[in-house]
């Protein structure tokens, strides 16, 4: 069973930087598509950013491109995200599933972490 965990959330002034990380076990993260999910309080879970394992394809959200950037070593996967803003502020996901695509879309993705909170605030 593939299991994912993240870390690296906290509290970052506006304009500062933080870098998640997403650790999968059980199963190599080759052929899976790997995506960061966010759900701000009182809104629903958008896609951030995804990447294809086999191929290290790229895509984001466009309230985030330019500032956060996806990549992969290994099974970890990781999202670091610059000049942040307070509405990045959110509990961040990492959600992994065998696609031939990595898309935004949290409907494809059925393996799920628990989530690591970011707050974006002075």
């Known amino acids: 069973q593939l299991q994912l965990v993240e870390s690296g959330g906290g509290l970052v002034q506006p304009g500062g930087s933080l870098t998640l990380s997403c650790v999968a076990s059980g199963y190599t993260l080759d052929y899976y598509a790997i995506a960061w999910f966010r759900q701000a309080p009182g809104s629903e879970r958008e896609g951030v950013s995804c990447i294809r394992g086999a191929t290290g394809d790229t895509d984001y959200a466009a309230s985030v491109k330019g500032r956060f950037t996806i990549s992969r070593d290994k099974n970890t996967v990781y999202l670091r995200m610059n000049s942040l803003k307070p509405e990045d502020t959110g509990i961040y996901y990492c959600?992994?599933?065998?696609?031939?695509?990595?898309?935004?879309?949290?409907?494809?993705?059925?393996?799920w972490g628990q989530g690591t909170e970011v707050t974006v605030s002075s």
């Open positions: 959600a992994a599933e065998s696609l031939h695509i990595a898309t935004l879309d949290q409907n494809d993705y059925a393996n």
